[in-house]
T-cell receptor
Framework: DQQVKQNSPSLSVQEGRISILNCDYTNSMFDYFLWYKKYPAEGPTFLISISSIKDKNEDGRFTVFLNKSAKHLSLHIVPSQPGDSAVYFCAGTQGGSEKLVFGKGTKLTVNP | DAGVIQSPRHEVTEMGQEVTLRCKPISGHNSLFWYRQTMMRGLELLIYFNNNVPIDDSGMPEDRFSAKMPNASFSTLKIQPSEPRDSAVYFC??????????FGPGTRLTVT
């Protein structure tokens, strides 16, 4: 039972263009979502989050959008840079629990 | 701050041997998490502690796995006996009363 799904294993974009990474969830109790970025041979690092009371959260080049009715969220990176090349994980949690449920990740490649 | 420290970074062992993975969380953090990452299952939570007390161990795959947190600055994940299907990257993460978790660099375990 995969509660968080990232259906695109990989994505390739040109430097300077927009990267859009998608995530779907099935657990309607989730009320907080996070994105993590992971470089090879390193642990995931927190990138940005959003509460279910919002539909958008922005931090510099990174924006997360939440569509609760569709149980869908997306991460937009504008403009994309080669240093953004990494695996991106989406995670959800519910009701103040510290337990995060992760998707399997999307590998983003930004080409110079 | 040194971040979350894990040791060893790489472990190669033979089937049937005992394996002990170690983690030092970030000083002041009160929650500690053990994750396993595989290609098939992605990043899955095994167990987490709050104030050194195990809160949720529902992700521990079987009795061969055990985890302890004897104090606020140290935790171990033990596999006894190890099997080839335990081969994975094991991450430790810590947090302080927040959803954002800080991950260590991981231990890559290979069981032959």
């Amino acid at each position: 039972d995969q509660q968080v799904k990232q259906n695109s294993p990989s994505l390739s974009v040109q430097e300077g263009r927009i990267s859009i990474l998608n995530c779907d969830y099935t657990n309607s109790m989730f009320d907080y979502f996070l994105w993590y970025k992971k470089y090879p041979a390193e642990g995931p690092t927190f990138l940005i989050s959003i509460s279910s009371i919002k539909d958008k959260n922005e931090d510099g080049r990174f924006t997360v959008f939440l569509n609760k009715s569709a149980k869908h969220l997306s991460l937009h990176i504008v403009p994309s840079q080669p240093g953004d090349s990494a695996v991106y994980f989406c995670a959800g949690t519910q009701g103040g629990s510290e337990k995060l449920v992760f998707g399997k990740g999307t590998k983003l490649t930004v080409n110079p | 701050d040194a971040g979350v420290i894990q040791s060893p970074r790489h472990e190669v062992t033979e089937m049937g041997q005992e394996v002990t993975l170690r983690c030092k969380p970030i000083s002041g953090h009160n929650s500690l998490f053990w994750y396993r990452q595989t290609m098939m299952r992605g990043l899955e939570l095994l167990i987490y502690f709050n104030n050194n007390v195990p809160i949720d161990d529902s992700g521990m795959p079987e009795d061969r796995f055990s985890a302890k947190m004897p104090n606020a600055s140290f935790s171990t994940l033990k596999i006894q006996p190890s099997e080839p299907r335990d081969s994975a990257v094991y991450f430790c993460a810590s947090s302080f009363d927040r959803y954002e978790q800080y991950f260590g660099p991981g231990t890559r375990l290979t069981v032959t």
